[in-house]
């Protein structure tokens, strides 16, 4: 398929590669220049790479950023043709997501969000999960390429509800990482070793897929970004916004939230959103580790 792939970031970049390898013929922008993509053509604007695509697909970090590559100078809205697929595999409010699709439907073309879960590593090995909204027949014509890039795919209902189920699933992200830092950070401050604590919970039924992939990186300190903090953040504030839309109340993510304010002012941002842990470290006095670390 003919296939326009913008934004080049942790995920975007290796799901592009991808692709290529998949066979498709990809075209692929990114924001900041010097990004490319073995076996992909660059293009200079959205626009240009998307004209003549079966397929635009985005990912990029926010609404905005969503917003300004389709309907902005050089935006995709430029190039749109009936029978032209858009997925969109950013985390955005869904109510933003509706009234995009809206826009672009009245060319003609089709509108998919699709974001996905797995992390970098994920859209390394190709093992994404996505999060599908839209027309079941549409989402159909679109298996080549999701097969090229991850495991398994999920349609959760139309439009704006495969980005509801991506923030649905982010806050568990959130809270249950959170349980685990917290935990690990009491528990140093008690005298329990950190991977000794790590063996008991994985255990248990305190175990969860969060605390066996975010452990390794813990006890041996690597708050390297799979997922930056701040985007994490950013999608926090995405649930709590939509929560407050469907008027009902989150207060633990609202706490968690208060979290995510501190570490970023403590300059954390650009870390792992692991690093809250920093944060609890401060606060308690202690350094959680490994005997790797």
Known sequence: MRVAYLGLGIMGRPMAANLVKAGHQVTVWNRTPGKDVEGATSAPSPAEAARGAEVVWICVSDTAAVESVLFGPEGVEASLTPGMIIVDSST???SATRSFAE???AH????????????????????????????????ENLQPLLTAMGKKFFRMGETGKGHAAKLAMNLQIALIYEGFAEGLALATKLG???????????ATMVRSGVVEYKAPFVLRRDFSPNFPLRLMHKDIRLALAAAKEARIKLPALETVEEVYEMATEDGHGNLDYAATLILLEKWAGVEVKG???
């Open 92 to 94: 955005i409010a869904p």
């Open 103 to 105: 826009r672009v439907r």
């Open 108 to 139: 003609g073309v089709e509108y998919v969000d699709a974001p996905m879960t797995g992390s970098k590593v994920g859209a390394e090995n190709a093992t994404l999960i996505f999060m599908l909204g839209g027309d079941e027949a549409v989402i």
């Open 192 to 202: 329990v070793d950190a991977a000794a604590l790590v063996a008991l919970v994985e």
């Open 291 to 293: 005997a790797s670390a």
